[in-house]
């Protein structure tokens, strides 16, 4: 085991869909053989766009475990725990805080698309789709802005630099919508160093895995708000039905027109499920499989994983002892790591 420390979370809202697990967690299980992680829930991200919508919460957070866990994760092998049971990340972000400009925190671009989001929520429709996202912002009033974002939203990259950085997290795997928060956390670590005259900040590197690219049904990018989603623990005969609707190359008419594989939904996911995809690819090509039977033979390739899946989860939702066990010891785990990061950070800032 390199001795190289990981640090990574999710928010915990909603279902994952497979594009959330091909392109984290499926990486995340390869990494809990080879580096020392520490892998959370994070529920204070959560609030700071949800604050007023609490309700699913904690059964959302719960959900999450659950499908780390039946997934594959380990707790023998990486440390799992929620982020609000480790208070050291609250008061790390605290002194943290301290030293952030504001100018970092205003000049983050996911700062202004993240508002945008939260307005549209909220007034759905009243912005174009034709202006970006700087644009929409300059339309709101001064008072519109200060009551959709929240101190703890702007908040969000420092929050995030916290976790990071109070395991002194080598590598951070995460998509390149999260890298400009990672290089606000590496500069954060700087100043903090800087500042004080130490090293007890470690500058954490982006670990970018090549993930593959999972398509919706419908053949775009999988997003819950294409309503194209297959979730990793979808039920069966509900994986069937979408499985037969993804689409295919709009030039195959008849089941014996040869077609291109390429940009066709179906095969993107022959891809991920099928070790023997060439094959299909070629019948594909000179038509000598049809869509529908291509389907079907997806799904028989796809449905043990699933099956696999709903029982680890079914067996998992009937032990709340052991969800609970596993993540007491994941706290106590990730508290130990931090509770020596504060204590120096603390020493450093010079705090009696
Ligand atoms: N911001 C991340 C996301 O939305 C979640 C997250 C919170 C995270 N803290 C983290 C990811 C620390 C990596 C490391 O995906």
């Keep these: 085991m390199d001795s190289k420390i990981i640090v990574s979370g999710m928010r915990p809202t909603g279902k994952i869909h497979l594009g959330n697990f091909f392109g984290a967690l499926n990486n995340w299980l390869n990494l809990q053989n080879t580096h020392n992680c520490y892998f959370f829930v994070a529920d204070l991200h959560a609030l700071t766009t949800a604050s007023d919508a609490t309700e ?7 959900d999450m475990v659950v ?20 208070p050291e990340v609250s008061e ?12 970092w925190l205003l000049r983050n671009p996911t700062y202004k698309e993240q508002l945008v989001e939260i307005f549209k929520k909220k007034y759905a429709g009243r ?18 802005l200060s009551e959709i ?6 908040g969000y990259p420092v ?6 950085l109070i395991h002194k997290a080598t590598y951070v795997p995460v998509g390149q919508d999260q890298s400009a928060h990672l290089e606000i956390t590496r500069e954060i670590a700087r100043r903090f160093n800087e500042q004080f005259n130490t090293d007890v900040l470690v500058e954490p590197k982006a670990l970018f895995t090549k993930v593959p690219k999972v398509t919706g049904l419908d053949g775009r990018k999988m997003s819950k708000s294409y309503g194209n989603t297959i979730e990793v623990g979808e039920d069966i005969e509900v994986l069937r039905k979408k499985v037969m609707s993804m689409f295919t190359d709009p030039n195959k008419k008849r089941a014996a027109d040869p077609a291109n594989p390429e940009g066709c939904t179906v095969f993107t996911f022959h891809k991920l499920y099928n ?26 390739y796809m449905r043990p994983s699933f099956e696999d899946f709903n029982a680890k ?15 007491k010891e994941g706290a106590e785990k990730a508290r130990a790591s931090a509770a020596k990061t504060l204590a120096e950070v603390k020493k450093a800032i010079r705090i009696y």
């Design 67 to 86: 499908t780390w866990l039946a997934s594959g994760l380990n707790p023998e092998k990486c440390t799992i725990f929620v982020q609000s049971h480790v």
């Design 159 to 164: 929050l995030m630099a916290t976790d990071i």
């Design 56 to 62: 699913n919460l904690t059964q959302n957070t719960l």
């Design 127 to 144: 912005l174009g789709d034709d202006k970006t996202a700087a644009e929409k912002l300059s339309m709101l009033t001064e008072k519109e």
């Design 313 to 327: 989860k079914q067996e998992l939702l009937k032990n709340k002892t052991y969800l609970d066990k596993i993540l």
């Design 92 to 103: 790390l972000n605290t002194l943290l805080a301290m030293i952030t400009p504001l100018g």
């Design 275 to 300: 070790p023997g995809f060439e094959k299909r690819c070629q019948e594909c090509r000179t038509g000598a499989l049809g869509c529908v039977a291509c389907k079907k033979e997806l799904f028989e």
């Design 149 to 154: 974002a929240s101190f703890g939203f702007l």
